[in-house]
Structures are given as structure tokens and as C-alpha cells.
């Protein structure tokens, strides 16, 4: 891309103002990746492997999350099911759901309807931010 539009493009990356967004992906890299991303523009991040850490996770700092990033398959509880559990208590919470799975994997693994937007893995930074600020500012 020419040097110009690079620079457009990073004028135009969406800031947090000290939000706190809990980020759970069961790859480490990938997880990393995105609390660097996200923590470089001025988000808190707190990081969880699984769904059962993304529970345990919401229920220490639940005053403090503004927004859950999820992936939606992840061992021992997919993220999917995780917002599912907490939205029945906090039906209000934000979030964001991640797979690299395709609409037809998803399906043979029982998850038909998303109740919130996906992001396609791998996820540029860019739209990454977008989305959060996006869904953070509804």
C-alpha cells in the first residue's frame, strides 16, 4: 500500500478510553496478538483460554468489562456458550464473537444462530478496532 494510505489508515484506528474488554481465544499467539493491538490504543485487556475462565473472569471484574471478544469454539466451553450463560444474568453485555470456522462448520457443531456480530479469523487490526469501537459506542 502507498505510505499515504498506511498513515490514513492508522489516523484512522479507533482509541479506547481506558475500556476494559475481556478477550478470550484459546491460541496464545492469536490471544497475545489482540491484547497488544487493543492495549496499544488504549484499552484494558484481560485475557481468558476458555469459556470457564471467561465466566470466572466476568464474575471477579463484571463492574469493570465493557465488552466480552470471544472466540466462539474454545476447549472444555466455547465462548459461544459462555456469553449464553452470562447474558442470562447480564442480558446487556456486549460482545464480540471470533472463529476462523466457516457458517457450515459452525453448524455441524450445533451453533445455528449467533446472537451478537462475528469477526472472520485472522481479523487485520483495523477491523478489529473498528468493530470494537463500533459495538463499544452503540
Known sequence: EPVEEIKEKRADL???????????????????????????????????????????????HSQDIALMLLDVIMPDMHGYDALSMIRQQFPDTKAILMSGYTADILEQRGITELPVSLLKKPISPHKLLKAVRDVLDE
Open 14 to 60: 479507533a482509541r479506547g478510553k481506558g475500556e476494559t474488554i475481556l478477550v478470550a481465544e484459546d491460541d496464545e499467539s492469536g490471544r497475545r496478538l489482540i491484547k497488544v493491538v487493543l492495549e496499544h490504543q488504549g484499552y484494558r485487556v484481560i485475557e481468558a483460554v476458555n469459556g470457564i475462565e471467561v465466566i470466572e473472569q466476568f464474575r471477579e
